[in-house]
Nanobody, 124 residues
Framework: QVQLVESGGGSVQAGGSLRLSCAASGRTFSTYPMGWFRQAPGKEREFVAGINWNGGSTLYADSVKGRFTISRDNAQFTVYLQMNSLKPEDTAVYSC?????????????????WGQGTQVTVSS
């Protein structure tokens, strides 16, 4: 079972940037599509970005397209989420997730392993 640990969250002013990391354990990490999700206070968890096993295909929620970039380094067992031009509405707990399948998904229920999450707070 792959284990995931996020880091890189924090507080930043609107317009700023943060880079989240998700470190994975397990030799099969490089075969898994990965996703980033977020949950704001009082709201449901939502899909943010996804990446296939080799980084050749990515997908973004409309709300972050053009501002966030997902990437992965399979040699380092790590997935990243570069977040630029942050807005107060990006404030949430961000979690990474792994899916034991060939293709990624935007569906929360499609993912098999989750990290504990990291808080991102954007002030205006």
């Amino acid at each position: 079972q792959v284990q995931l640990v996020e880091s890189g969250g924090g507080s930043v002013q609107a317009g700023g940037s943060l880079r989240l990391s998700c470190a994975a354990s397990g030799r099969t990490f490089s075969t898994y599509p990965m996703g980033w999700f977020r949950q704001a206070p009082g709201k449901e968890r939502e899909f943010v970005a996804g990446i296939n096993w080799n980084g050749g295909s990515t997908l973004y929620a409309d709300s972050v397209k053009g501002r966030f970039t997902i990437s992965r380094d399979n040699a380092q067992f790590t997935v990243y989420l570069q977040m630029n031009s942050l807005k107060p509405e990006d404030t949430a707990v961000y979690s990474c997730a792994a899916r034991k399948a060939m293709y990624g998904s935007i569906s929360i229920s499609a993912y098999d392993a989750w990290g504990q999450g990291t808080q991102v707070t954007v002030s205006s």
